[in-house]
T-cell receptor
C-alpha cells in the first residue's frame, strides 16, 4: 500500500531560483497538509487542504510561498524566489476524514538554498 | 497560539531500560497523537488517543490521554536499539469556529539507546 509520495527527496538551489515540491497523497484521503521542519522551529503547519480546497494557509510564511491542489491526487508547494532561510525539510501529509484524524507523512523533501 | 511542552528534550539510555516522556499544554486537546521519526524519513504514527483518561498500548509502547485533556505521556518498556529516533507528541485542538481542529506538535524527544 503506497504511502504519501513526495518528490524530489533532495533539492539544492541557488537563492532567487524557483523551487517546486510535489506530493501525491494516499489514495482516498481527502485532506492534505504541508509542513516545514527545522531544528529551531520544529514542525510547522504551512497549509491545509480539504477536498482540494485550501482551508487554512495562515502558516504560509509570506507571498513567496504558494500551494496548489489541482486534484485529489496531487499537490505542489512553490517557493519563488527562494532564500537561504527557506532551507528545511518539507513534509506533505494526508488524512482520511479531516484535520483531527491522524496524519500520514511522506518522507519529505530536504531543501537547501545557497 | 497553542504550544506543547515536550520533555525531556533528549534521553540516553541503556538497552533494556524503560523510557518515559510527556507533553503538557496550557490548553485542552481533543486528540493526542504520538509519532516517531527516523533519520531521513517522515514521522510515523505510533499511538492515537481520543478520550480523556484513555490508556492505549501498542506492543512495548503505552500512552495515556491525561484526564485534564492538557497532557499525555508515552512509555517504552524494555528498550531496544531500533527504538532510537525522535518522538513527537501532537495535540488536536477543538475545532470551535473553524472547520477543523489544528494539530500542534511538541518539539520532540531525541532517544538514544546504547546496546
Amino acid at each position: 500500500d503506497a504511502g504519501v509520495i513526495q518528490s524530489p527527496r533532495h533539492e539544492v538551489t541557488e537563492m532567487g531560483q524557483e523551487v517546486t515540491l510535489r506530493c501525491k497523497p494516499i489514495s482516498g484521503h481527502n485532506s492534505l497538509f504541508w509542513y516545514r521542519q527545522t531544528m529551531m522551529r520544529g514542525l510547522e503547519l504551512l497549509i491545509y487542504f480539504n477536498n482540494n480546497v485550501p482551508i487554512d494557509d495562515s502558516g504560509m510564511p509570506e507571498d513567496r510561498f504558494s500551494a496548489k491542489m489541482p486534484n485529489a491526487s496531487f499537490s505542489t508547494l512553490k517557493i519563488q524566489p527562494s532564500e537561504p532561510r527557506d532551507s528545511a525539510v518539507y513534509f506533505c501529509a494526508s488524512s482520511l476524514v479531516g484535520g483531527d484524524s491522524p496524519l500520514h507523512f511522506g518522507n519529505g523533501t530536504r531543501l537547501t538554498v545557497t | 497560539g497553542q504550544q506543547l511542552n515536550q520533555s525531556p528534550q533528549s534521553m540516553f539510555i541503556q538497552e533494556g531500560e524503560d523510557v518515559s516522556m510527556n507533553c503538557t499544554s496550557s490548553s485542552i486537546f481533543n486528540t493526542w497523537l504520538w509519532y516517531k521519526q527516523d533519520p531521513g524519513e517522515g514521522p510515523v504514527l505510533l499511538i492515537a488517543l481520543y478520550k480523556a483518561g484513555e490508556l492505549t498500548s501498542n506492543g512495548r509502547l503505552t500512552a495515556q490521554f491525561g484526564i485534564t485533556r492538557k497532557d499525555s505521556f508515552l512509555n517504552i518498556s524494555a528498550s531496544i536499539p531500533s527504538d532510537v529516533g525522535i518522538y513527537f507528541c501532537a495535540g488536536v485542538s477543538p475545532a470551535g469556529g473553524t472547520s477543523y481542529g489544528k494539530l500542534t506538535f511538541g518539539q520532540g524527544t531525541i532517544l538514544t539507546v546504547h546496546p
